[in-house]
T-cell receptor, first 113, second 115 residues
Framework: NAGVMQNPRHLVRRRGQEARLRCSPM?????VYWYRQLPEEGLKFMVY????????ESGMPKERFSAEFPKEGPSILRIQQVVRGDSAAYFC???????????FGPGTRLTVL | AQSVTQLDSQVPVFEEAPVELRCNYS??????LFWYVQYPNQGLQLLLK??????LVKGINGFEAEFNKSQTSFHLRKPSVHISDTAEYFC?????????????FGQGTRLTINP
């Protein structure tokens, strides 16, 4: 049973470009969470999605960031017009139900030049 | 809202020595508590969790943690550490099922095992 998969593992973008981060949850999991880990800090919640719905986006920056979890395919975290401050590790987690344990993927490390 | 404080940013110990990583939390509602481990350049792996019941929780790799409601603490312990335990450890809380589903993490404790 494959775990949570994220790609790419490493992503380099120049300022002003777009970054797309993908997350495939564990088989059977319909709840997806995105977290961001800035250097030397803990993880901070960004957004919680179920299939085709955003449930909680209280941690998402108001501009340039968006997330989706379509009926088919992976969840996507999209960052438009990236800036150096967006450089971080972005982790996706999934769970079987709303009360179940969250299982984390290996993360995508975004570097903005 | 919930918050988590991990009192030590770094903990160096010698191999085979005992270790305790401290975690305190703040919440106005009941919470679930978790410890995750992050090895270099990897994702987070669940070590153990407290949902209800016995306050002493046993996890993987010989780790255990004790929930203390009066002190709002959830300290992680291991009686004898190994070089392979070198990693970053994160304490996290989540509100009960009626609350928000997001995990709130502490800043992390870097555990370094010296031979």
């Amino acid at each position: 049973n494959a775990g949570v998969m994220q790609n790419p593992r490493h992503l380099v973008r120049r300022r002003g470009q777009e970054a797309r981060l993908r997350c495939s949850p564990m088989k059977g999991h319909s709840h997806v969470y995105w977290y961001r880990q800035l250097p030397e800090e803990g993880l901070k919640f960004m957004v919680y999605l179920q299939k085709e719905n955003i449930i909680d986006e209280s941690g998402m920056p108001k501009e340039r960031f968006s997330a989706e979890f379509p009926k088919e395919g992976p969840s996507i975290l999209r960052i438009q017009q990236v800036v150096r401050g967006d450089s971080a590790a972005y982790f996706c987690a999934s769970s079987l139900s709303v009360t179940d344990t969250q299982y984390f993927g290996p993360g995508t490390r975004l570097t903005v030049l | 809202a919930q918050s988590v404080t991990q009192l030590d940013s770094q903990v160096p110990v010698f191999e085979e020595a005992p270790v305790e990583l401290r975690c305190n939390y703040s919440s106005s509602v009941s919470v679930y508590l978790f410890w995750y481990v992050q090895y270099p350049n990897q994702g987070l792996q669940l070590l153990l969790k407290y949902l209800s019941g016995s306050t002493l929780v046993k996890g993987i790799n010989g780790f255990e943690a004790e929930f203390n409601k009066s002190q709002t603490s959830f300290h992680l312990r291991k009686p004898s550490v190994h070089i392979s335990d070198t990693a970053e450890y994160f304490c996290a809380v989540r509100a009960d099922p009626q609350g928000a589903q997001k995990l709130v993490f502490g800043q992390g404790t870097r555990l370094t095992i010296n031979p």
